[in-house]
C-alpha cells in the first residue's frame, strides 16, 4: 500500500494563478484532511471531509476550496493565489473520526507563491 | 473552539537526559489527546495518544500524562537518543468533533 500520497511535491506560483493540490489514498479512510503548516504555526486545519460527497470547513478556510468526488481523492484548489499562502500543505486520512483514530499524513506539498 | 497551547517552543536537552513537553487545552469536553513527531522534512506521524479515562500511558522511553481538572497534559521522553531530535506536536479533540485542533508545535535538540 501507498498509504497517502500527494501532487506535487513542490510548485511555484504567480499571484494570481490558480491551482489543485490532490491528495490520494488507498487505506479505504472515510475521513480526509487538509493542513498548511507554516514556522512556528503549527498545523492549522483549512477544510476536511467525513465522506465522499461531504466538506467542511477548518480554521482557515479562506482562499481555498475543496472537493471529494471519489473516496480515495481529495483534491485543495486554490482559485487565485496570494503570497499569503506560501506554504507546506499536508494531506492527511483516518479511519474514523479524528477523535478516535489516528490521522496518517502524506509526504507534504511545498508551494511558493511569489 | 478548542485551542491548544504548547510549551516551551524550542527545547535542548543532553543526550540521556529527559525531555519534558506540555500542553494546556481550554474546552473541558475534550477527550482526545495525540502526540506526533515530525523529523526534519518528513511528515508528521503518531507516537502515542491518551483518553480522557486514564491519566497515563507508557510506551517504552514515551510517556503521556492527563490533568482533566487542570486541562493539561504533557509528553516525557527519558534516556534522550540523538532520533528524538524532531519537532513534536500536541493536539486535541473532542469526542463530538471530527477534526482535532494542534498546538504550535515543540522543537527538540539532543545535544550530544
Known amino acids: 500500500n501507498a498509504g497517502v500520497t500527494q501532487t506535487p511535491k513542490f510548485r511555484v506560483l504567480k499571484t494570481g494563478q490558480s491551482m489543485t493540490l490532490l491528495c490520494a489514498q488507498d487505506m479505504n479512510h472515510e475521513y480526509m484532511y487538509w493542513y498548511r503548516q507554516d514556522p512556528g504555526m503549527g498545523l492549522r486545519l483549512i477544510h476536511y471531509s467525513v465522506g465522499e460527497g461531504t466538506t467542511a470547513k477548518g480554521e482557515v478556510p479562506d482562499g481555498y476550496n475543496v472537493s471529494r468526488l471519489k473516496k480515495q481523492n481529495f483534491l485543495l484548489g486554490l482559485e487565485s493565489a496570494a503570497p499569503s499562502q506560501t506554504s507546506v500543505y499536508f494531506c492527511?486520512?483516518?479511519?474514523?473520526?479524528?477523535?478516535?483514530?489516528?490521522?496518517?499524513f502524506g509526504p507534504g506539498t511545498r508551494l511558493l507563491v511569489l | 473552539g478548542e485551542n491548544v497551547e504548547q510549551h516551551p517552543s524550542t527545547l535542548s536537552v543532553q543526550e540521556g537526559d529527559s525531555a519534558v513537553i506540555k500542553c494546556t487545552y481550554s474546552?473541558?469536553?475534550?477527550?482526545?489527546f495525540p502526540w506526533y513527531k515530525q523529523e526534519l522534512g518528513k511528515r508528521p506521524q503518531l507516537i502515542i495518544d491518551?483518553?480522557?479515562?486514564?491519566g497515563e500511558k507508557k510506551d517504552q522511553r514515551i510517556a503521556v500524562t492527563l490533568n482533566k481538572t487542570a486541562k493539561h497534559f504533557s509528553l516525557h521522553i527519558t534516556e534522550t537518543q540523538p532520533e528524538d531530535s524532531a519537532v513534536y506536536f500536541c493536539?486535541?479533540?473532542?469526542?463530538?468533533?471530527?477534526?482535532?485542533?494542534f498546538g504550535k508545535g515543540t522543537r527538540l535538540h539532543i545535544l550530544p
Open positions: 493536539a486535541a479533540s473532542m469526542n463530538r468533533d471530527d477534526k482535532i485542533i
Open positions: 491518551i483518553r480522557s479515562n486514564v
Open positions: 492527511a486520512s483516518s479511519q474514523a473520526s479524528s477523535g478516535k483514530e489516528t490521522q496518517y
Open positions: 474546552d473541558s469536553a475534550s477527550n482526545y
